[in-house]
């Protein structure tokens, strides 16, 4: 399909209507979005949105092969509207040790020497049991499988974190900053108030994002990776 933009043009006598073609040689772009819930089990999700461009004359780019693969799997296609297509896959783990990476692979456009970009997204994951006891009064640990910048060639442009803790009738504690996840975070335990005691749960929940872009590709790939990671905390008494 060629795609067509229309200008109007009015003069005085009459309207006038010109095609215009839109610029040729327009390089493919890929982006996709690795989503990851994990509680008691781990939900993963991949949302993707490829732009196939144009070729020397203005039309869509075409494909050599248009699947996207999540680990191996072929996601759902959303849709094709004017070269441009959508994608999803979902899927729920229930036996641990979950992957703290996923294989991605995008479509291969005409053009691309018959290569597709593929690469291992990282995942922030929860390290600890989804529940785990704190004693009163101590500093409340958490840890997770980090962020790291580069993977690969997968370059970090940005990231950011934000953990909330609650409970019934006791103040929310939130924490945030604009860094890369790191592998342990320590609560001290003044942040969480006088509230808090043994008997307490706590619901934890750990957020994070973080934006890569794919270097050396045959087409420019951005991916960014998000968690949702939760705990809960009981609060027991010291040891007499």
């Known amino acids: 399909m060629r795609r067509i933009v229309l200008l109007a043009l009015v003069g005085a006598a009459c309207g006038e209507v010109d095609l215009v073609a839109p610029p040729a040689n327009v390089p493919p772009t890929f982006s996709a979005q690795l989503s990851t819930n994990q509680d008691a089990e781990l ?15 203005g039309y869509d780019r075409a494909l050599l092969d248009s699947a996207v693969l999540l680990d191996g799997v072929e996601t759902f296609r959303e849709g094709r ?13 229930t036996e641990a040790p979950f992957p703290a990476a996923a294989a991605v692979r995008g479509p291969i456009p005409e053009g691309s020497s018959g290569v597709a970009p593929s690469m291992s997204v990282p995942r922030a994951l929860r390290v600890d049991p989804f529940e785990i006891e704190v004693v009163e009064g101590t500093t409340v640990g958490l840890n997770v499988v980090a962020l790291p910048d580069t993977v690969g060639e997968l370059v970090g442009r940005f990231g950011f974190w934000t953990l909330l803790i609650q409970g019934e009738s006791v103040p929310t504690l939130n924490l ?9 975070f320590e609560i001290p335990w003044s942040l969480l108030g006088n509230a808090v005691k043994a008997g307490t749960v706590l619901t934890a929940t750990l957020n ?11 087409y420019r790939t951005f ?11 009981t609060v027991v008494a010291p040891s007499p």
């Open 43 to 57: 939900r993963t999700s991949l949302t993707a949105f490829f732009d196939a461009g144009s070729d020397a004359e």
């Open 81 to 93: 509207t004017q070269g441009q297509i959508f994608y999803f896959l979902s899927a729920t783990l």
């Open 176 to 184: 945030d900053a604009p860094r890369s996840v790191p592998a342990r």
């Open 208 to 218: 994070t994002n973080r934006q890569y872009e794919l270097l050396n590709a045959p």
């Open 223 to 233: 991916v960014s990776t998000s968690s949702s990671l939760t705990w809960k905390i």
